[in-house]
């Protein structure tokens, strides 16, 4: 019965949600505030009908209600309480209903702190957001219903897919989809202004927590799912190049140019219609990134779903939109008109510069990841765009990104000179070339990839402090600390965010460069050397999971004559899924990861065992947390801050007398 | 002989990526091995190159690499002895022949477009009137002098 409710619920939200795309449109242009402000009711009742509907399934799944198919399929008695949770998301169906509360929450966020705004664009906005919210409530109710029942209901279920029954993929997904479904909203605020015919410094100010919240969340799920492949795949790789984590980069780069280009904006009312062509093209991607995931049209690791028939209706969806938004914008650019003058040498200058690398990196992952389905189609060859490509095409990109970004982050807006902005960078520079020397140095080799790598950290993370450095004035080292406390949050923001694009350049390269791995037959009670440690197999056991069986080795780490570990590297077996799984085990450190795997049994006795010294691994991913650490600062900057501009009161209507 | 025992042995449990066993002796040969197998897509996997890959077809593609390196091929021989046997699909790196130019130029020419259009954009922000026209300034005078 409850199932049905969620159903039901579902169905209703579909129809809220029809009503809500059209009325308010209707009521912006004719100028009725009673059908404009019906919005927010609707955007409120559509997330309710949809968390409602998605707290079903969850019940359905914590209760093991296998007369549901999709928990059947997904989900066993014996699993983990945690993954019987995140097993709702770990399956097509449910990961859409997912995705529907997260765009309906969008929209009611939208709608509660939303009083700023003027009451036409907030209308218009979520009247668009509400389109996008019918097209994928259709979708899930025709192609993908989650609460389809079964006639006789098995006595257990089938378990969900066991490399996701892992605490960084279960989580994985919701950051993704917030990431991805947040650009929804750039793009509505894209539409309406189209519509509008109006784009001013407040619609650049409205747009970008929208746009800065998205990019937090798809930063951290992209990390997420990355620090999950170095740890679960067993050979510590965290960056494919697969067509479904280009899927989720392309957004990201996008979004990233976008989050600049919406300050030029802001600050100058420049870029106009360039940012709003980001803004369309962002959640674009992001479509693009739902077909690619789901349609299965590129063969990825990420065995998701496979469905050409769901497949085509994500495409005709994208079709629908991206056509749209674009047509739109063709018709409706001429109109925004840029105010902003600027010199050749000034902050817009180089954030025009940032967006076109960033434009055009994000442009090579795209072409390489259809490339294979073009070449087949057009020209008739079957073949692969793999690592070596992306590695040898993207990689400039970035590096030129990482060389100019401390210099145009020090430009002033408007009308710079060159040689102020430099003069505190000087020392930042020599220090860069000097580590990178150091570097070169002590390593063995002649590899430039870790000294490069060395050398654009300090660059970049020098050139954040520096921006801090130079904004605090001009006075003793205490008055500029506290000068620099009282900066606005949206300057720690920014520092915070490109130390981390730093610290993440570094630990790739460094990772990458100066890697030792051993690979060897061990029998239990060897001792071998790796670097500068020792490694003894004490012993390997037979055990068994909650829903698992395991081969577990006993791996001691010395170093010298101190133990510096106890590792349990493991070799699982899930029964019910009939499938294997490596568990890595890994000391992890500031300055190198210990990553130890054991393999299969050898005829003449013995294990297989896999050691790697990882220098800098988790830099990549702490770089990754402190860019979204430092969206969260720049975030919660008072001139952001939700509700801020609403202080200025409107004029109460006072009854006649 | 041999050789087929090994693979029937491992398709027997799980499998697992580059295998003690089929590591050659010599160092410089086996860390070349290594470095080519990552440009060497497996055939029947999703989207691995052969020296992550754990599929049975990976692991003879391995073996068979590093025949071809025992018998003393150069590096771009062993590529095409490979995609003459195994077909385009198995290279991670696609050629530059024919279409696949358009792959490795678009980003390229791309870029010099973007930075031209970026260029003059700039540019023809310079140049556009700063302050006020003459119509403007006589306008103000009008206006201050009234």
Redo the contacts between chains.
């Keep these: 019965m409850l199932i049905e409710l969620g159903h039901f619920a579902l169905i209703l939200a579909f129809g809220v949600a029809i009503v809500q795309m059209i009325v308010p449109m209707v009521g912006a242009h004719r100028g009725n505030a009673g059908w404009m402000a019906m919005a927010e009711p609707a955007a409120t009742a559509q997330f309710l009908l949809t968390a409602f509907s998605f707290a079903v399934l969850t019940w359905a799944f914590v209760t093991s209600d296998f007369s549901v198919q999709l928990v059947y399929l997904n989900s066993h008695t014996d699993k983990p309480m945690i993954y019987k949770i995140t097993g709702v998301w770990g399956n097509h169906e449910g990961s859409m209903l997912l995705w529907m509360v997260i765009l309906t929450l969008f929209g009611a966020c939208a709608a509660w702190f939303g009083d700023g705004l003027p009451a036409r664009l907030r209308a218009r906005v979520l009247s668009v957001q509400a389109s996008i919210g019918v097209a994928f409530f259709a979708f899930v109710l025709f192609t993908s219903n989650p609460f389809l029942r079964l006639e006789i209901p098995p006595l257990n279920g089938r378990d969900l897919n066991p490399l996701l029954q892992d605490p960084g993929l279960a989580f994985h997904p919701p950051f993704l989809y917030l990431g991805y479904v947040g650009l929804s909203m750039s793009f509505s605020f894209a539409i309406a202004a189209l519509i509008e015919g109006r784009v001013d410094a407040a619609w650049g100010r409205w747009v970008r927590p929208w746009t800065l919240a998205a990019w937090m969340f798809l930063t951290i799920g992209i990390a997420l799912g990355s620090w999950w492949a170095y740890y679960e795949?067993?050979?510590g790789?965290f960056w494919?190049w697969?067509?479904v984590e280009n899927a989720s980069f392309m957004p990201w780069l996008i979004a990233a140019a976008l989050l600049h280009s919406a300050i030029v904006v802001e600050k100058r009312e420049?870029l106009k219609s360039w940012t709003i062509l980001l803004a369309i093209m962002a959640f674009g991607f992001s479509l693009l990134g739902a077909f690619i995931v789901r349609s299965g049209v590129l063969?990825?690791?990420h065995?998701f779903a496979n469905d050409p028939e769901r497949g085509m209706l994500i495409l005709i969806i994208l079709a629908v939109f991206l056509g749209g938004a674009l047509t739109l914008f063709a018709a409706r650019a001429g109109a925004m008109e840029?105010k902003?003058?600027?010199?050749?040498v000034s902050r817009?200058?180089a954030l025009?510069?940032n967006n076109?690398l960033l434009?055009?990196s994000c442009?090579?992952v795209f072409?390489?990841t259809i490339?294979p389905l073009v070449?087949e189609l057009?020209?008739d060859?079957?073949?692969?765009?793999?690592?070596?490509?992306f590695d040898?095409?993207f990689t400039p990109f970035m590096v030129a990104l990482a060389i100019v970004l401390p210099l145009g982050s020090l430009l002033a807006w408007k009308r710079a000179n060159l040689k102020r902005a430099t003069k505190p960078l000087v020392g930042w520079f020599v220090l860069a070339i000097a580590m990178a020397a150091l570097a070169y140095a002590i390593q063995s080799g002649n590899s430039a990839l870790g000294p490069v790598g060395v050398a654009l950290g300090v660059w970049v993370v020098g050139g954040a402090i520096a921006d801090l450095w130079v904004r605090s004035g001009r006075d003793g080292l205490m008055d500029r600390l506290r000068r620099m406390s009282r900066l606005p949050r949206a300057d720690w923001g920014k520092a915070t965010a490109h130390i981390g694009m730093g610290v993440t350049i570094f630990g790739i390269a460094a990772m990458l460069a100066w890697e030792q791995e051993d690979?060897?037959?061990a029998q239990i009670g060897d001792r071998w050397d790796v670097g500068q440690f020792e490694f003894r197999l004490d012993d390997v056991n037979q055990l068994q999971g909650p829903n698992y069986l395991t081969t577990m080795a006993d791996i001691s780490v010395w170093r010298g004559d101190r133990q510096v570990g106890d590792l349990h590297p493991e070799?699982r077996?899930y029964p019910v899924a009939n499938m294997?799984t490596?568990e890595a085990a890994i000391i992890n450190g500031v300055v190198r990861d210990i990553y130890v795997v054991v393999?299969?049994p050898?005829?003449n006795g013995g294990w297989?065992v896999r050691i790697y010294l990882k220098p800098f691994a988790n830099w990549i991913w702490g770089g990754a947390m402190l860019m979204a650490l430092g969206g969260c600062f720049s975030l919660s900057d008072r001139r952001l801050r939700v509700g801020a501009s609403s202080a200025r009161k409107t004029p109460q209507g006072v009854p006649a007398e | 002989m041999k050789r087929l025992v090994i693979i029937l042995m491992l398709l027997a449990s799980p499998l697992w990526a580059v295998d003690p066993k089929e590591m050659l002796d010599d160092p410089v040969l086996e860390e070349r091995a290594r470095t080519l197998s990552q440009e060497l897509r497996c055939p029947v996997c999703r989207n691995e190159s052969i020296d992550e890959s754990n599929a049975a077809l990976s692991q003879e593609l391995r073996i068979v690499l590093r025949e071809r390196m025992l018998a003393g091929d150069t590096d771009q021989e062993a590529l095409d002895f490979m995609v003459a046997r195994y077909g385009e699909f198995v290279m991670l790196r696609p050629d530059t022949s024919g279409a696949n130019l358009i792959l490795w130029l678009a980003a390229p020419v791309l870029l010099l477009i973007a930075l031209v259009i970026g260029w003059f954009t700039i540019r023809a922000k310079r140049s556009a009137p700063e302050g006020l026209s003459e119509a403007e300034k006589a306008e103000l005078e009008k206006i201050l002098g009234s």
């Design positions: 795949l067993g050979w790789g494919f697969d067509p420049a063969t990825s690791v065995a840029s902003g003058v600027f010199s050749t817009e200058s025009i510069l076109i434009s055009v442009f090579v072409i390489g490339w070449a057009l020209f060859r079957t073949l692969s765009v793999g690592p070596p490509f040898a095409a690979i060897r037959v070799k077996f294997p490596t393999g299969d050898q005829e297989a």
